[in-house]
């Protein structure tokens, strides 16, 4: 459901929600493989998808609000 509202999605923002709920589905899915297996190798693994969904989401979001993701103001 949310890849179809990431292609239909009516606007950005629910285009950004989908795609943080994608992120931590992936998250959920390679907990779930780390406890089948009985290994702690994936706790890795989920702690870089967090981070670069977290990232990602925020990134989204500045650029909703303000058009652009870095600003570069430069006071001289």
Same mark, same amino acid.
């Given at each position: 459901m949310a890849l179809v509202r990431i292609i239909k999605g009516p606007s950005l923002p629910d285009r950004v929600v989908s795609f943080d709920? %994608?992120?931590v589905n992936l998250i959920s899915i390679v907990a779930v493989i780390g406890v089948i297996l009985n290994?702690? +190798?994936y706790l890795e693994v989920i @702690? %870089? %998808? +967090? %981070? @670069?969904a977290f990232i990602s989401t925020i990134a989204f979001s500045k650029y909703i609000e303000r058009g652009v993701i870095i600003d570069r103001k430069r006071d001289y």
């Open positions: 709920v %994608i992120g290994t702690a +190798a @702690l %870089i %998808i +967090a %981070i @670069l």
